[in-house]
């Protein structure tokens, strides 16, 4: 059974801080994804990685996958009331089969971000 | 069109009720999927589709019952459902490409109650 774990599980923070959030694994993913939820809402898909040390940046987002895909951050500079919500990563393990399929989910961060 | 849509948006029903949840989506994604969500945690994987046809049951009980009657369209039949199945229901499609990866489009969800 593959695992994502993402840390932390709450972050509560100031306009203007910087964070970071983690998801880490034992196993290898051929991708991963990072997902933004606003309450009452579905999840809105923010990036894929695909790449060993791939860096994607997305305004004041930052994303990396670790060299061996087993990891992957979301790094959000000076953030705004704007970012609130529950930020899931999820990982898909079938490497060079077809795009569809179960995917495994971190815990989810739940940002606040106080004005 | 990069949409989801779900209907409908909120459904209280008692025990003994029968209704059905409706997604839609016309990407041209060849897969779809359910998940039930409970608050602040990530989704959880009930059914999956390929071609219209069910290739993946989370051994989800039989009081939920898919229905796929074409590529663009999902319903989630329910009857005598218990309150523990109160949650929002998401709706989710992807491609089904070879060498694709899996990136998910979720819908905005159905929030039930059951009495």
């Known amino acids: 059974t593959q695992l994502l774990e993402q840390s932390p599980q709450f972050l509560s923070i100031q306009e203007g801080e910087n964070l970071t959030v983690y998801c880490n694994s034992s196993?290898?993913?051929?991708?991963l994804q990072w997902y933004r939820q606003e309450p009452g809402e579905g999840p809105v898909l923010l990036v894929t990685?695909?790449?060993?040390?791939e860096v994607k940046k997305l305004k004041r987002l930052t994303f990396q996958f670790g060299d061996a895909r087993k990891d992957s951050s979301l790094h959000i500079t000076a953030a705004q009331p704007g970012d609130t919500g529950l930020y899931l990563c999820?990982?898909?393990?079938?490497?060079?089969?077809?795009?569809?399929?179960?995917?495994?989910f971190g815990q989810g961060t739940i940002l606040t971000v106080h004005p | 069109d990069t949409e989801v849509t779900q209907t409908p948006k909120h459904l209280v029903m008692g025990m003994t009720n029968k209704k059905s949840l409706k997604c839609e989506q016309h990407?041209?994604?060849?897969?779809m999927y359910w998940y039930k969500q409970k608050a602040k945690k990530p989704p959880e994987l009930m059914f999956v589709?390929?071609?219209?046809?069910?290739?993946i049951n989370e051994s989800v009980p039989s009081r939920f019952s898919p229905e796929c009657p074409n590529s663009s369209l999902l319903n989630l039949h329910l009857h005598a459902l218990q309150p523990e199945d109160s949650a929002l229901y998401l709706c989710?499609?992807?491609?089904?490409?070879?060498?694709?990866?899996?990136?998910?489009?979720f819908g905005p969800g159905t929030r039930l109650t059951v009495l």
């Open positions: 989710a499609s992807s491609q089904v490409l070879a060498g694709a990866y899996n990136e998910q489009f």
């Open positions: 196993s290898v993913f051929s991708s």
């Open positions: 990685v695909v790449t060993g040390g």
């Open positions: 999820a990982g898909e393990a079938n490497a060079g089969g077809t795009s569809y399929g179960k995917l495994t």
């Open positions: 990407m041209g994604h060849r897969a």
């Open positions: 589709y390929s071609y219209e046809k069910l290739s």
